[in-house]
């Protein structure tokens, strides 16, 4: 993996990880990763953990992700249905 692989920005500013340097990093649908800007150079690391006390909407949202991952169905419909009850108290 040690030759650079160029890909477009698009749009809406995403960049496309191409498959083998997804598999290298064992990064899969779903996974969380943790983009940092450092001296002109953006760098993206997969992470298993959110740091704690980080409870921007970005990591809230790749938490809550990363947990319906591992819950089992019944657990995952309990909490699709609080979801759905609070969006309808939200809506009138």
Do not use: C
Not at 36 to 53: A, C, M, N, Q, Y
Request: glycine share 10%.
């Amino acid at each position: 993996m040690g030759n650079a692989i160029y890909k477009l920005v698009d749009g809406k500013g995403r960049v496309l990880i191409p498959k083998a340097l997804r598999e290298a990093a064992n990064l899969e649908y779903g996974g969380i990763v943790r983009l940092g800007l450092s001296e002109g150079k953006v760098t993206v690391r997969r992470v298993d953990v959110i740091e704690p006390g980080d409870q921007s909407p970005e990591a809230v949202e790749a938490y809550v992700h990363a947990a319906l991952k591992t819950m089992p169905d019944s657990t995952k419909l309990e909490f699709l249905a609080e979801l759905s009850g609070l969006l309808q108290k939200k809506e009138v």
